[in-house]
């Protein structure tokens, strides 16, 4: 049985390209990137791990988001309070959430976290005086950090930002990949194989979901804390069902066969967002037939692409090494 790279690898490696992202691009689009990043990997943690296909995650995307938002509006609570509670209460409203879906599998599964995701768009819709309705709200600061023998950090420049949530994509990079290494991930996997058998030999297989569920909803808090964050507004269409399909979206174009999947495909989604959106208006009929071909010709994502590309080159090596 081949071993797993040790956290601490995984999580260098994702410190580095969270290193060299702000030279290759725009700062800001690599800021949402690694911020989509987190999104992504909390909807990989359920679809490729624990096997529940979630279209409902955009809901605790936006809880989070408006929580943060509406306490650095409106309060002087500083960064990590404000995102902590944002945090806290994604957790919550996934755990009321995954409590009545997790019960089904399958399609009603999806169907159910599709329904709740709908009831908290509209709540959100409806919600003007706190949420800003179809407005969004706006007027989101960005609180200073104050770190004790440095000084205070302003988050007002796109850079220290930057930091910030690079900062905070490794350390959810480390805990996801953690978490999935763990027992706890292991029951996941069984589970997602065969859960009858899983649940047959004592393992809660309910509890350990719910747990996965109840995670990837507090890490898709923080992200959408972030991103509130980075445009200084949570809009509505943020937590509306399209948005829990792009992160499924981004989960299928960078591939499920490994963590660093999730992290490319948003790289590659929101990079190829910006490019057809630039070449036709109409560009969402480009990114549909993107989806289609990659779907019908790359399954495994760009994860499946790099390995075919290293296979080529391993092969070509090895003939030109043979007598």
Known sequence: MQRKPSTYLMSAVAAVLA??????????????????????????LLISVAGLYSFGQAAFFGVGGYIAGYLYINTDVPLFVGLLLAALGSAVAALVVGMMSIKRIGIYFMMLTF???????????????????????????????TVPGVGKIDLSNHVNF???????????FAGLYQMMR?????????AKQNMRRTDSLGFSVYRAQLLAFVVAGA???VAGALFAMLYRIMPIDAISWHSSGTAVFMVIIGGMSSIFGPVIGAAIFIWLQGFFSLMWARWPLLFGVFIILVVLFLKGGAIELFDRVRRLVTGARGERSAP
Do not use: K
Request: hydrophobic share 55%; glycine share 8%.
């Open 19 to 44: 290193l060299i992202a702000p030279f290759c691009m725009p700062i800001n689009i690599a800021t949402e990137i690694v911020i989509f990043s987190i999104f992504a990997l909390a909807t990989y």
């Open 115 to 145: 329904a709740f995701n709908q009831m908290i768009f509209y709540l959100a819709y409806s919600w003007h005086s706190v949420t800003g309705g179809e407005d969004g709200l706006g007027g989101i600061r960005r609180p200073d950090i």
């Open 162 to 172: 930057y930091v910030l949530c690079a900062v905070l994509f490794v350390v959810v």
């Open 182 to 190: 763990s027992p706890l991930g292991l029951v996941l996997s069984a």
């Open 219 to 221: 890490a898709s808090g």
